[in-house]
């Protein structure tokens, strides 16, 4: 870890993706929910021709936005991504013994919902890869703000990189501006923090930038994906 975590230091968000997509050929991926930060990320990826597995979760909840989105980044960078689903039979069989609406019921429903949806597939989706790349910022919530650049994700054997975790908001919009990046519409309608239609809301003026997701319960905000 030591060592990884030296030879990354100070370089910039590209060059530290191509090292690691050297010494980790073929393993290194990075997962997009078409964020802001995962939009930024991506244009590196692309624009310096990083040699990075991409690829995003479809949980069959999604915004239209989102969609759009997808295509959008597709035939702006010319590239292709895989899209990962939940298991048909998980989803049938939630939706038969509880209904379409049952994470509003209660924080366990929410979280066996975005665990048939999102954590399972992301499992999947991992599987012989060595370097996760993730869009999360330390500003984003309380729960990321010890989180370093470069950690070992012990549960799932694998190192995560998060290129981004020090950015500030201004510094995130700066470089979509720059680059002139697509970017989900649904932003300037106040949604920052973009998951599922039914678990996501636009955010009041001084919210918390995780204020509109799941925003019926008092919880850590977290679907599983980052712990």
């Known amino acids: 870890m030591k060592d990884i975590r030296q030879a990354i230091e100070g370089l910039d968000a590209p060059a530290a ?26 244009d590196m990826i692309w624009r310096h021709n990083i040699p990075v597995r991409v690829f995003t979760l ?34 049938e069989t ?5 209904g379409p609406n049952s994470f509003y019921e209660s924080v366990d429903n929410r979280k066996e919902c975005c665990n048939i949806r999102k954590v399972v597939p992301l499992n999947r989706a991992l ?20 989180l370093h650049d470069i950690e070992w994700d012990e549960s799932r054997q694998l190192y995560k990189y998060q290129p981004l975790i020090n950015w500030t908001f201004d ?21 920052i923090s ?3 239609a039914p678990c996501t809301r636009a955010i009041e003026p001084g919210e918390h930038p995780r204020a509109g997701r799941w925003w019926w319960e008092i919880s850590k905000k977290e679907c599983g994906l980052h712990g």
Request: net charge negative.
């Open 194 to 196: 973009i998951g599922c």
């Open 94 to 98: 939630l939706l038969k013994e509880k």
């Open 127 to 146: 599987q012989g890869v060595k370097v996760w790349i993730t869009g999360l910022r330390a500003e984003q919530s309380e729960n990321r703000q010890s």
């Open 171 to 191: 510094q995130m919009l700066d470089y979509l501006k720059a680059n002139n990046v697509p970017y989900n519409k649904l932003h300037d309608q106040g949604f």
């Open 17 to 42: 993706m191509a090292l690691l997509a050297a010494e980790f050929p073929g393993a290194v991926a990075f997962s997009t929910s078409f964020g802001q930060e995962d939009q930024v990320i991506a």
């Open 58 to 91: 479809d949980t069959g909840r999604l915004f239209q936005e989102t969609y759009d989105l997808m295509d959008l980044t597709r035939a702006r960078y010319k590239q292709n991504f895989e899209v990962y689903f939940p298991e048909t039979r998980s989803v």
